[in-house]
């Protein structure tokens, strides 16, 4: 399960782990998953991929209106407790995960959110729309997610305009 939360999380704009704790299935309509972010309340918006459909099936509970089977207590209080262990047994599964990987990297919660916000702006997509994905209200918070990228395009650019000055 952890993995699958994992790459939902992914295929989902770096949602983060709160939010796909507290989802629930009339939160996908028309295609989209349609949520506001736990933390700031910024209301956001996710086509569903068929890869997030399929994962969503594995876990289907017809007696609960979440969609994934992370929260099961019935008051917010038990919930907010549940929620507080089942992010930490999250995060110690993906410690487990990195062992089984050929090439052991850190795994976390919080790391498929950088992951995806480093590979979409590896892939030229606007700071503004990635923050706009991530729920950010400020830019410099997104850019606090992809500040220690190595920016090829940078390089080319310095490259290109050292070149014409001829130096």
């Not at 929260?71 to 549940?82: F, G, I, K, N, V």
């Not at 929620?83 to 487990?96: G, M, V």
């Not at 090829?152 to 070149?163: R, S, V, W």
């Amino acid at each position: 399960m952890a993995r699958d939360i994992f790459l939902f999380s992914f295929y989902a704009m770096g949602m983060p782990f709160v939010d796909i704790a507290y989802l629930k299935k009339g939160q996908l309509k028309d295609g989209y998953i349609h949520y506001a972010r736990h933390k700031t309340g910024q209301r956001i918006q996710v086509a569903l991929l068929p890869c997030m459909l399929r994962i969503i099936e594995r876990y289907q509970e017809n007696d609960s209106d979440y969609v994934f089977p992370i929260l099961t207590a019935d008051t917010p209080r038990r919930q907010h407790h549940l929620y507080s262990c089942r992010l930490r047994q999250y995060n110690y599964s993906l410690q487990r995960l990195e062992q089984l990987l050929p090439n052991p990297c850190h795994l976390s919660s919080y790391v498929v959110r950088h992951s995806w916000a480093s590979i979409a702006y590896q892939h030229h997509l606007d700071i503004s729309l990635i923050g706009k994905a991530l729920g950010h209200t400020k830019a410099s918070t997104t850019l606090l997610y992809i500040k220690s990228l190595a920016d090829p395009d940078l390089a080319e650019a310095n490259l290109g305009m050292i070149t014409e000055l001829g130096l």
